[in-house]
């Protein structure tokens, strides 16, 4: 019978062992199968395998030699550890679906070709930011080109405090046509600095602090001159004789309709087939 070569084999006693055997007899050295690294196998990725090898102390006399069939108790024989490994098909990892909020733009209500839409608050800062700057310069352009309409309002003021309820009624009678002039003024300048931007960066000052835009529904871009001119109808009745004292009402509905409607639009994006979404838009429309 041949001799059976030194090396390690299956514990002949513990099966989760593999035990030393010195070409004559079993030692006491022992070692577990599984490795402590077991964890970071690449079992499974499309990578060759080579034959289990188990490490030996350095200077020990031990040799590294692959894991054969271990033999029984003073017989000889081979174990089929000194076999190729098997070969594990490769599986693809696991896809899991996207975190909520991942991708925010793809969150709300867009446009027909996926742009997301501004929200209330981000339109609403806009419209604070650009009244503050329309109000300020068109109070220069009035003191500029209708001087009679800083006079009216002191007048009016000391009739107030001079509780004359008729004087204030008469100043208010002959003021008309000033008050007229300021108010074509006042649109007319507003409307100059709102379509010179829409048709340019269709961005305000207000819309680009807060980072939104206006385009088209059917596509994206700056407005056409047109487009941009729709969209200042609905404030042509601030200056309308008879109608502009209802326009404070009309002014209210106008600015909370995003609230509720599913375009997000304001009667006047209504007027223009507008809408205001998130982001720039290209210079050239498409």
């Given at each position: 019978m041949s001799q059976q070569p030194s090396g390690w084999y299956d514990d002949p006693t513990d099966p989760d062992l593999l035990r030393y055997w010195d070409g004559v007899t079993w030692t006491t050295h022992t070692a577990p199968k599984k490795s402590p690294t077991a964890s970071q196998s690449t079992i499974g990725m499309p990578q060759q395998t080579q034959q289990p090898t188990a490490p030996m102390p350095t200077g020990s006399g031990w040799q590294d030699r692959p894991v054969q069939g271990a033999p029984g108790y003073g017989q000889g024989?081979?174990?089929?550890?000194?076999?190729?490994?098997?070969?594990?098909?490769?599986?693809?990892?696991?896809?899991?679906?996207?975190?909520?909020?991942?991708?925010?733009?793809h969150a709300g209500p867009t446009t027909i070709d996926g742009v997301?839409?501004?929200?209330?608050?981000?339109?609403?800062?806009?419209?604070?930011?650009?009244?503050?700057?329309?109000?300020?310069?068109?109070?220069?352009?009035?003191?500029?080109?209708?001087p009679s309409y800083a006079q009216m309002i002191d007048d009016i003021t000391r009739a107030i405090e001079g509780n004359n309820p008729e004087a204030m009624n008469n100043i208010i009678g002959q003021s008309v046509g000033t008050v007229f002039l300021v108010g074509l003024l006042s649109y007319l300048f507003a409307s100059v600095y709102a379509i010179a931007f829409w048709v340019t960066t269709a961005q305000t000052?207000?819309?680009?602090?807060?980072?939104?835009s206006v385009r088209r529904m059917d596509r994206p871009g700056p407005l056409d001159l047109g487009t941009a001119v729709r969209r200042r109808l609905l404030a042509l009745l601030s200056v309308i004789p008879g109608v502009s004292g209802l326009y404070s009402i009309v002014l209210l509905l106008d600015g909370l309709w995003p609230l509720w409607d599913e375009k997000r639009q304001t009667l006047h994006d209504k007027i223009a087939s507008t809408q205001v979404v998130m982001g720039k838009q290209p210079r050239t429309p498409r």
């Open positions: 024989g081979q174990y089929p550890y000194g076999q190729q490994a098997p070969q594990y098909p490769y599986q693809q990892a696991p896809q899991f679906p996207q975190a909520p909020g991942a991708a925010w733009m997301p839409l501004a929200s209330w608050g981000r339109r609403f800062g806009a419209w604070i930011i650009d009244g503050i700057i329309i109000a300020v310069i068109s109070g220069i352009l009035i003191n500029l080109f209708v000052v207000g819309k680009m602090a807060m980072k939104i």
